[in-house]
């Protein structure tokens, strides 16, 4: 804490800036439903939610979606879970705020704390000046943190796209050689028809 008030640290006689880090707020997405706010095991929906189609199905492993991608929370053209969704930006935000709200009285908490356990301390307003607030600095990082998570999302969603094209063709080649089985199966029985038609002729 006394680093970041002083927002310098020299080492060999360098100075270096100092400034908080402020990891993006994990927003919890139910594997399940795609709800906001709750894991899978704590889900009460009794269907599983399609995470492209949005559409709920008793048993997901049979629906093999081929709609283009929905949200849940906005119907907005891209998956549910998806980090670009303005709801749960505006979830990760609020959730954050409350983050710094809390560890900001945690941390006034503590220095009131520390000032009532010195009593030789004589506090003068001159020699600390107040710090001016930081919410520019928060704002800043956190656009720059919820850019990258939303570049990291849509590498996922490409990524997820492509697995998904990739097991239709999967798909697409076992039908094809199950067709391919069926008919070489009915070609084996016209000959051999045939053949059994040849020997009665003769």
């Known amino acids: ?41 704590q889900c009460t929906e009794q269907h599983e939610t399609c995470k492209t189609c949005a559409q709920a199905f008793s048993d997901l ?20 879970n998806s980090a670009k969704c ?10 954050t705020r409350m983050i710094l709200n809390t560890d900001h009285q945690l941390h006034q908490s503590s220095s009131s704390s520390a000032k009532n356990n010195n009593h030789n301390y004589a506090y003068n307003l001159l020699n600390f000046p107040p710090l001016p607030a930081p919410q520019a600095l928060n704002n800043s990082v956190m656009m720059k943190l919820d850019e990258l998570m939303t570049k990291i999302t849509d590498v996922k969603d490409h990524l997820a796209i492509l697995s998904s094209k ?14 391919d089985e069926l008919v070489k199966q009915q070609m ?11 020997k009665d002729l003769v």
């Open 61 to 80: 492993k049979n629906h093999h979606c081929t709609a283009d991608p929905v949200c849940k929370h906005c119907s907005g053209n891209h998956l549910s």
């Open 1 to 41: 804490q006394d680093l970041l008030n002083a927002k310098k640290l020299i080492v060999n006689y360098i100075s270096y800036d100092v400034i908080e880090f402020l990891s993006p707020a994990t927003v919890l997405i139910c594997s399940k439903c795609s709800g906001i706010g709750h894991f899978r095991k």
């Open 86 to 95: 303005p709801v749960i930006k505006s979830f990760r935000a609020e959730l």
């Open 166 to 179: 990739h097991d239709k063709f999967e798909q697409f080649m076992i039908d094809k050689t199950q067709q």
């Open 188 to 198: 084996d029985l016209l000959q051999k028809n045939d053949h059994e038609l040849k």
